[in-house]
């Protein structure tokens, strides 16, 4: 390996950022933090943020095309990366912020786990216990009704990944639906 290879970019880099980018940009809907009562703190968007990778990775996973599996790694790595940055920006030591990110990304994969196995039976109600669980386990209570919205907004989420050609997220371009009830509030 020479020299020059220690500095190329690894394959899908750029695309894994830009399909991480549109995640992020879905988790900013003020409907999340509004009207579902998800913690505006670190962990409540850590865990919306982690809900749009989570279906995206699993999109990407999914694929056919052997380029799919490469492609889910390089947003997996853009998200942690990106978490790596903001710790540091938010003034974690540099003693700590590996270990930081290690649990976020255990708490990161058990989650994916749930959320998966959940869409995968076509199963609302155990999504949305899955998100009650994760997403608002600081709060005292959580209103039911907002699990299942929350559960109902991914589950559209990961049907239209899922329709959208792979040339289209190779281009880094993924598209996730508002959210329902936002849309009839507008």
Same mark, same amino acid.
């Given at each position: 390996?020479?020299?020059?290879?220690? =500095?190329?970019? /690894?394959?899908?880099?750029?695309?894994? =950022?830009?399909?991480?980018?549109?995640? #992020?940009?879905?988790? @900013?809907?003020?409907? =999340?933090?509004? &009207?579902?009562?998800?913690?505006?703190?670190?962990?409540?968007?850590?865990?919306?943020?982690?809900?749009?990778?989570?279906?995206?990775?699993?999109?990407?996973?999914?694929?056919?095309?052997? @380029?799919?599996?490469?492609?889910?790694?390089?947003?997996?790595?853009?998200?942690?990366?990106?978490?790596?940055? !903001?710790? @540091?920006?938010?003034?974690?030591?540099?003693? &700590?912020?590996? /270990?930081?990110? /290690? $649990?976020?990304?255990?708490?990161?994969?058990?989650?994916?786990?749930?959320?998966?196995?959940?869409?995968?039976?076509?199963?609302?109600?155990?999504?949305?216990?899955?998100?009650?669980? !994760? #997403?608002?386990?600081?709060?005292?209570?959580?209103?039911?009704?907002?699990?299942? &919205?929350?559960? @109902?907004?991914?589950? $559209?989420?990961?049907?239209?990944?899922?329709?959208?050609?792979?040339?289209?997220?190779?281009?880094?371009?993924?598209?996730?639906?508002?959210?329902?009830?936002?849309?009839?509030?507008?």
């Amino acid at each position: 390996m020479g020299l020059l290879a220690l =500095f190329r970019r /690894k394959p899908h880099e750029r695309t894994g =950022f830009e399909l991480y980018g549109a995640a #992020v940009a879905a988790a @900013r809907d003020p409907w =999340f933090f509004g &009207s579902l009562g998800i913690p505006d703190t670190l962990d409540g968007r850590f865990d919306v943020v982690g809900l749009h990778v989570a279906l995206l990775i699993r999109r990407l996973r999914t694929d056919p095309d052997k @380029r799919g599996a490469a492609l889910a790694q390089a947003v997996f790595d853009a998200m942690f990366a990106d978490m790596d940055i !903001n710790l @540091r920006e938010m003034g974690a030591g540099d003693m &700590s912020i590996g /270990k930081r990110v /290690k $649990r976020m990304w255990e708490a990161f994969h058990g989650r994916c786990l749930a959320y998966e196995a959940a869409l995968d039976a076509g199963d609302e109600a155990a999504l949305a216990a899955a998100l009650e669980r !994760n #997403v608002w386990r600081e709060a005292a209570e959580v209103p039911r009704e907002a699990a299942h &919205s929350l559960a @109902r907004h991914a589950m $559209r989420g990961a049907e239209a990944l899922a329709a959208l050609p792979f040339a289209t997220l190779l281009r880094g371009e993924a598209a996730f639906p508002a959210p329902l009830e936002a849309a009839d509030a507008a």
